[in-house]
């Protein structure tokens, strides 16, 4: 698990927004993602009505999914075309309106109320904006920050949750000498030190 490669990578939020214009997005998948339908009973613990984050939510189709089923949604995206894009491939009319605690951020939030994305920078978001989740689905989120971000990633994400919350993390495995990322390879070991 040698990831001395990886370390000093660093994506810039520009590069993120070109990815999006190019449709430069391989990451995006039409399909909802096969461990989260495995694993919804471990996010939903037999609750309902559940506030889920999806932190760097990209146009996830998993929004949708469980905000169908009943549960309020929150994501955050830094690209604007990417939420837009989200609401309008699910045909869901949404309204934009700018967030005062964040300078130049926007929510952008389906009209029934149950989708709020914000258009920023996750570093952004506090708990005393978005308030705090009973359940989190990271999936190309932990895996997409910068491995120099990793530590600050976790600690806003510890302070997301509330007490007895889910937090589904969807890694991937490879050799990191050969691919420069993102996604990173996070050493499962590096997972237990970040999240405790
Ligand atoms: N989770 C999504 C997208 C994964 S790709 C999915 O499963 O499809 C990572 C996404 O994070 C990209 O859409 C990128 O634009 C966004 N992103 C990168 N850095 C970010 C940051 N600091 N804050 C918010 N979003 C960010």
């Known amino acids: 698990s040698d990831v001395g490669s990886q370390k000093e990578r660093v994506v810039t939020e ?10 430069n997005i391989g990451f995006h998948k039409e399909q909802r993602h096969p461990l989260l ?14 506030r889920i984050f999806f ?16 549960h309020s949604i929150v994501g955050v995206e830094v690209s604007e075309q990417a939420v837009k894009d989200f609401f309008s491939e699910h045909s869901l009319p949404y309204c934009e309106e700018p967030v005062p605690e964040i300078s130049g951020a926007k929510m952008f939030q389906s009209t029934s109320g149950n989708i709020s994305l914000y258009c920023c ?27 120099c971000d990793r530590q600050r990633y976790a600690s806003l994400m510890i302070n997301l949750v509330e007490k007895n919350s889910s937090y589904l993390l969807v890694t991937v495995s490879y050799d990191p000498n050969k691919h420069k990322g993102p996604p990173f390879y996070v050493p499962e070991s590096e997972i ?4 405790g």
Do not use: H, T
């Open 55 to 70: 932190p760097l939510c990209g146009k996830a189709v998993e929004m949708k999914w469980l905000a169908d089923m009943g």
């Open 37 to 50: 339908q495995k694993y919804l009973d471990v996010l939903l613990n037999g609750r309902s009505g559940l």
């Open 192 to 195: 237990k030190s970040l999240f």
């Open 14 to 23: 520009e590069e993120w927004l070109q990815k999006w214009e190019m449709g």
């Open 121 to 147: 920078s996750i570093y952004d978001l506090s708990s005393s904006i978005v308030g705090k989740f009973d359940g989190v689905w990271d999936r190309g989120a932990l895996v997409a920050v910068n491995p």
